[in-house]
């Protein structure tokens, strides 16, 4: 990333002048190893907001750096207290502005092995475009369990961005508050008036309604 000119820099993260300036300035100046933040309190989008790690509690924080991991096209996997310094590089970009080669063929399946590794049950909180580099590889013997929020319209569930974000969000929150072990207890989620979808919902995909009480 440091070889690339501001403009094809500009180009992979499209976006205006004033953050591509910022962030261009990041990557010359960053640092690997030194003054680094932990990855639950650096990002600030719509879900880390809902789920306010800030405010956790002692045994949230364990909860969280032993349950939860998050998904960087930068450093890959990453867990709640693994140091990391500001950039800007999504998923889906490419590595340069005409080169067919994307962040998906650079990671290929080192993210989901190391996961499954971990881990034979797992909670799908990510977009599609950072879950693909897990769901691409899912083997024999792993259990990825989609969560769906989303408004009943007439037969279908339609999602709405903002709000699918903050229901992530708060969704993290809740397991942690309640320790969740067990995936059938997360459909006792029921914040942000969403309410578990036995309707819509099948043992791959957990659907959340929100609003809508009567479909136990």
Known sequence: MKSLRYEEAKDIWKCNDKIAQLNYRRIQAMDLYRNLTPSIL??????????????????????????????????GMLRPFDGVTPYRLEMQARLQPEDACSLYDFWKDKIASELFSESSCIINLASKEYSKCISDYIEDGIRLITCVFGERKGSK????????????????????????KEEEDIKGFDRLNYFYSEEFSDKDTYVFIKGDTGLF
Do not use: W
């Not at 719509?46 to 450093?75: K, W």
């Open 42 to 75: 650096s990002y600030e989008g719509i879900q880390y907001q809902y789920m306010a790690p800030d405010v956790f509690c002692t045994d949230e924080f364990n909860y969280i750096q032993e349950h939860l991991r998050i998904l960087s096209g930068f450093y």
């Open 157 to 180: 569930v339609i999602e709405k961005g903002t709000q699918v974000k903050m229901a992530r969000g708060e969704m993290v929150r809740f397991m942690a508050e309640k320790q969740i």
